[in-house]
């Protein structure tokens, strides 16, 4: 089955403390990328790949950190999270190029940071 | 002014009615459009793309205003299982980075 997988779905944590959430898919589309989303804000792009070792900062990406060492996995590091930082993640992939660039999402992960 | 903008609603609407809804974006460059459908909870999943010319998909018409800056999406004979937040999503081809609106509610009453 195509699909977009993350992990972990939800996690509470304490500032300061360095998480990564995993983000994997098998489409063996180029492109991924971060969002978060928070109440009457909708969707922001943290972080995008176009593909391997290709990284490139969205609309909001102070705080976070990404790498792309293969073209599957694309996780998203947090080294000192802070509470703005409890938010709604969504990771998502796309094949670019295709015009119609339908993102695949993952089914998120929401993560609390106190 | 934000650069994708909807009402957020929620709209409340009886089963079987039609319901519409527009957004407005403020980029006149943008050139790809589409209409995400995303349920409580849960990640948002593609429901159309918006032609120039404007498209149907079954009780689903998307139609694009590129003079008035805004695109729309019209449901038809709405259902129970319609109800759920519809995204906005705009692409200035020039980059890959999608603009999301904050999307507007829809509930369905029996």
């Known amino acids: 089955e195509a699909q977009v997988t993350q992990n972990p779905r939800y996690l509470i944590t304490v500032t300061g403390k360095k998480l990564t959430v995993t983000c994997s898919q098998n489409m063996n589309h180029e492109y991924m990328s971060w969002y978060r989303q928070d109440p009457g804000l909708g969707l922001r792009q943290i972080y995008y790949?176009?593909?391997?070792?290709?990284?490139d900062k969205g609309d909001v990406p102070e705080g976070y950190k990404v790498s792309r060492k293969e073209k599957r996995n694309f996780p998203l590091i947090l080294e000192s999270p802070s509470p703005n930082q409890t938010s709604l993640y969504f990771c998502?992939?796309?094949?670019?190029?295709?015009?119609?660039?339908?993102?695949?999402f993952g089914p998120g992960t929401r993560l609390t940071v106190t | 002014r934000k650069e994708v903008e909807q009402d957020p609603g929620p709209f409340n609407v009886p089963e079987g009615a039609t319901v519409a809804f527009n957004c407005t974006y403020s980029n006149s460059a943008s050139q790809s459009f589409f209409w995400y459908r995303q349920d409580c909870r849960k990640e948002p999943k593609l429901l159309m793309s918006v032609y120039s010319s404007g498209n149907e998909d079954g009780r689903f018409t998307a139609q694009l205003n590129r003079a008035s800056q805004y695109i729309s999406l019209l449901i038809r004979d709405s259902k129970l299982s319609d109800s759920a937040t519809y995204l906005c999503v705009v692409k200035v081809d020039s980059n890959y980075q999608l603009i999301w609106g904050a999307g507007t509610k829809l509930i369905i009453k029996p």
């Open positions: 790949s176009m593909n391997v070792e290709v990284t």
């Open positions: 998502a992939s796309s094949l670019p190029g295709t015009g119609r660039n339908e993102q695949y």
